[in-house]
């Protein structure tokens, strides 16, 4: 500063505004800065002269304009970047369950909260897949659907019960005649302006499981390029937390306690993760081995026992049914409960037998949740495959019964008489005439049970236990907060393998029930509440905090494979089961007849003729060829930048080592 020189007129371009414009924000700051130079008080004067004598003069060679949007954008740039962040703020602000969130965040440490951040997303996806079914299914179906159709009439023997508990509880009455169930739909091709009500419930049993893939796949990979974005390892991971980890801008008494109760639980996270790290190689590790191969038995033996279990609960209410009985509420319900009781007692011995394999606290996680969701499938599957396989051997012998009638040459008494047997004494014609509607009225059962269940679980085994050891702990002679029975942890594993077993039996239940979506929204909402109150209020931190993964990838992984999985009984019954005599597609051979039905009646034959001429074995096998060539090549990009990445790191690293040696 102290060899700045005078500015002159011959230092600047008479015809150059730009650089006239310069030179003068350069004299404007000297002006405004020369008090605090170190220059002797002549110079100063001397040079304050100079820097306002050149303002004055060459100011007005620019034209106002010029000024006037220099100015203006960088007004504009300041307001929109005012606006961004109000925007944002909004966004925040508007982000449901964001504070309770946080909150549970700060004192259970990022593995608890992954679970409510997981549940918030399951919600998002929910509410889509409630639009799409409400606006193209059940809205026009109530608009402009055929209420006179005959199946979707109250039979005449059943209107004297439809709102009893019992027909309410079983989902019968009002409720089965209604748009909450495949049953009520309308099989007119076209209705009111031209909608296709079964060609709409087709494509939207498609569009929902399509949106829940894309979603899941976009989430999947966002997650991977924030955690490609992140490091791998945390440099000085204690002197970050330590010294800068305060926010000076809180000003709330509660806001303070939360945050310090954040720094306090990530640091206990990464000292878990150091130690993990410094683990030294287990001195016993034979008896390890020995211990971890006997785990893996007894998780064998208790899914086997477990499938077993639910298979003899679905032959019995078979045999049960077939035999005209079900009275009792046991009876009714005995499927549900135990495929219930079944999904809520097995985890917590799994989790007694992970105890055991001492691995690291989110390898355990991830081997609890594995185990959990081989379990979830197996029960969803072998329930599945009960009461499909019960349907259709149910509409096989109704199908025989009916032939062996016909061929005989009756009366119309004797059809009469048919007739009354079938709406009355012969249960398998009752529970199949519609076998849609009762799968769909078995999964929604299971869900509302599964609910139930879980407010009770809640209940007892979280408030009601936390409020005996607190009161009761006064007067007895031990600690009953460290001992038994002590305060309940949350446990991670199961309720994340709960979530993924509750969305796959709203995926596998949305094609028989169109307003399962919706039902789920108000559920997931529901344990949002009750989950976070009850784990603020009657549970305590785990022993060891871990960190979660950077990614909850996992979590999403098992997600996709609880969708595909869920997307295949849906397939089979599309492709394979001929419908029922109700419904959108009733008296057509099979349900994606529906498609080709449309194709030859309502588009024109040339776009029918390209259609198929795109279907051909000529166009499908080079795309498919081309689909994989495209695959191949991307990951092999990904796998060249992935490596070239890890090479940036180890070179950032060595570096930073090199600097603290010099």
């Not at 594995?370 to 199908?399: D, F, K, W």
């Not at 004797?414 to 999964?443: D, F, H, I």
């Not at 090549?633 to 690293?653: D, G, M, P, T």
């Amino acid at each position: 500063d102290s060899d700045v020189e005078l500015i002159t007129d011959d230092d600047v371009s008479d015809n150059d505004p730009k650089e006239i414009l310069e030179k003068i924000q350069e004299q404007k700051d000297i002006i405004a800065n020369v008090r605090s130079r170190p220059w002797p008080m002549k110079k100063k004067l001397k040079v304050l002269e100079a820097a306002r004598r050149y303002v004055e003069k060459h100011e007005g060679r620019l034209s106002k304009s010029k000024e006037y949007s220099e100015a203006g954008k960088e007004t504009n740039f300041q307001a929109w970047r005012k606006l961004k962040r109000v925007v944002n703020n909004i966004g925040v602000a508007l982000t449901p369950w964001d504070m309770r969130i946080k909150r549970i965040e700060s004192y259970f440490g990022s593995g608890v909260a992954s679970y409510f951040i997981f549940l918030r997303w399951l919600v998002q996806i929910n509410v889509t897949m409630g639009i799409i079914t409400t606006a193209f299914l059940v809205v026009p179906e109530i608009l402009v659907g055929n209420d006179s159709a005959t199946y979707k009439q109250i039979p005449t023997s059943e209107k004297h019960d439809t709102w009893n508990l019992h027909t309410i509880w079983s989902l019968g009455g009002h409720l089965q005649h209604s748009v909450l169930f495949y049953g009520y739909y309308t099989n007119d091709r076209v209705v009111g302006n031209g909608y296709r009500i079964p060609l709409a419930y087709f494509l939207v049993g498609i569009a929902t499981f399509a949106y829940s893939f894309m979603a899941l796949l976009r989430k999947m990979a966002k997650n991977s390029r924030l955690n490609g974005n992140s490091s791998s390892e945390d440099d000085y991971t204690f002197s970050w937390r330590l010294f800068s980890s305060w926010d000076y801008t809180i000003g709330n008494q509660e806001t303070a306690e939360n945050k310090s109760a954040a720094i306090t639980t990530v640091l206990r996270e990464a000292i878990v993760e150091e130690q993990e790290k410094e683990k030294k190689e287990d001195s016993k590790r034979n008896l390890l081995i020995f211990l971890r191969i006997v785990a893996n038995i007894l998780v064998l033996l208790l899914l086997a026992g477990s499938l077993y279990s639910i298979q003899f609960a679905v032959s019995r209410a078979q045999e049960l049914e077939l035999e005209g009985g079900g009275s009792n509420f046991w009876e009714q319900n005995e499927v549900s409960i135990v495929v219930t009781a079944v999904t809520m007692i097995t985890p917590s011995l799994f989790e007694v037998i992970g105890s055991m394999e001492k691995y690291h606290p989110r390898n355990t996680l991830r081997i609890q949740l594995a185990r959990i969701l081989m379990l979830y499938l197996g029960n969803l599957y072998s329930l599945m495959i009960g009461l499909l396989g019960h349907v259709a051997e149910a509409t096989a012998q109704i199908h025989l019964e009916d032939t062996e009638l016909h061929s005989k040459d009756v009366n119309v008494s004797q059809g009469g008489e048919y007739k009354a047997m079938n709406n009355g004494s012969r249960s398998p014609g009752q529970r199949t005439e519609c076998w849609e509607t009762y799968v769909g009225q078995e999964l929604m059962k299971l869900s509302v049970i599964d609910l139930i269940s879980t407010l009770l679980t809640i209940l007892i085994v979280d408030f009601i236990r936390a409020l005996f050891v607190r009161y009761v702990n006064r007067c007895c002679c031990w600690d009953m907060e460290s001992q038994f029975p002590e305060y309940g942890e949350f446990k991670i594993a199961e309720n994340v393998l709960h979530l993924i077993y509750n969305q796959g039996i709203t995926w596998v239940g949305s094609f028989f029930c169109p307003v399962l979506p919706t039902i789920n929204v108000i559920k997931l909402t529901l344990m949002m509440y009750v989950r976070s109150w009850a784990v603020v209020t009657c549970n305590v931190p785990h022993q060891r905090v871990f960190r979660a993964s950077r990614s909850n990838n996992f979590y999403l992984s098992m997600l996709l494979f609880m969708l595909f999985l869920s997307l295949l009984p849906t397939v089979w019954v599309i492709v394979k089961h001929p419908p029922s005599s109700c419904g959108p597609f009733r008296n057509r051979e099979w349900m994606h007849t529906i498609v080709t039905e449309t194709l030859e009646k309502d588009v024109p034959s040339w776009l029918n003729e390209a259609l198929g001429y795109l279907t051909t074995p000529v166009v499908v096998l080079p795309a498919i060829l081309l689909l994989f060539m495209i695959i191949y090549y991307l990951q092999a990009v990904a796998r060249s930048s992935k490596e070239a990445n890890a090479r940036l790191k180890l070179q950032l690293h060595y570096e930073r080592k090199e600097g603290k040696k010099s």
